[in-house]
């Protein structure tokens, strides 16, 4: 079997085509397909999080941002902040979501609840997310996040 990587610029960011090229149809590349689907399937749209005795199942779709203060994780989410220790890259390699973007060294949010962007402090930015919620970009950061808006 051969690999082959190419470049589309045509591609969103969160976008992924894959072609399987073979001589002929055979059961292994049926095979090799239905894998590849199962696997664009078996993302989540959950997150578990263990606060305490308790497990709450919270939808991807409801997180607004994510903090990290010292050791302490704050999930916030449409209905509820959920503490507890953890860290941040965690978390977001848990996620694997590309609606999750880091925009400071402690903090990611997502940016479908992204309202505005606003000129701050120091070249530094202020995203304005749902719930009047407003979080500082760090320079170093913006232009991630200036690429996945295309900005």
């Given at each position: 079997?051969?690999?082959?990587?190419?470049?589309?610029?045509?591609?969103s960011p969160?976008?992924i085509k894959?072609?399987?090229?073979?001589k002929q149809l055979?059961?292994?590349?049926v095979?090799?397909?239905?894998k590849?689907?199962?696997?664009?399937?078996?993302?989540?749209n959950?997150?578990?999080?263990?606060?305490?005795?308790?497990?709450?199942m919270?939808s991807?779709d409801?997180?607004?941002?994510?903090?990290?203060?010292?050791?302490?994780?704050?999930?916030?989410?449409?209905?509820h902040?959920?503490s507890?220790?953890?860290?941040l890259?965690?978390?977001?390699?848990?996620i694997?979501?590309?609606r999750?973007?880091?925009?400071?060294?402690?903090?990611?949010?997502n940016?479908d609840?992204l309202?505005?962007?606003?000129?701050?402090?120091?070249g530094?930015?202020?995203?304005?997310?749902?719930?009047?919620i407003?979080l500082?970009?760090?320079?170093?950061?913006?232009p991630?996040?200036?690429?996945?808006?295309r900005?």
């Amino acid at each position: 079997m051969q690999v082959d990587f190419h470049q589309d610029d045509q591609l969103s960011p969160a976008e992924i085509k894959l072609t399987v090229s073979a001589k002929q149809l055979t059961p292994d590349v049926v095979a090799l397909i239905n894998k590849l689907s199962d696997l664009n399937e078996t993302t989540t749209n959950v997150l578990p999080l263990t606060i305490d005795d308790r497990v709450d199942m919270v939808s991807l779709d409801d997180i607004i941002s994510i903090e990290v203060f010292g050791t302490d994780l704050t999930v916030t989410t449409t209905e509820h902040d959920y503490s507890f220790r953890g860290q941040l890259k965690t978390i977001l390699a848990r996620i694997d979501d590309q609606r999750f973007i880091k925009i400071a060294r402690g903090t990611a949010i997502n940016i479908d609840h992204l309202n505005a962007l606003e000129a701050g402090f120091s070249g530094n930015m202020v995203a304005f997310l749902d719930h009047n919620i407003k979080l500082s970009v760090s320079r170093k950061y913006l232009p991630d996040l200036k690429a996945r808006l295309r900005m």
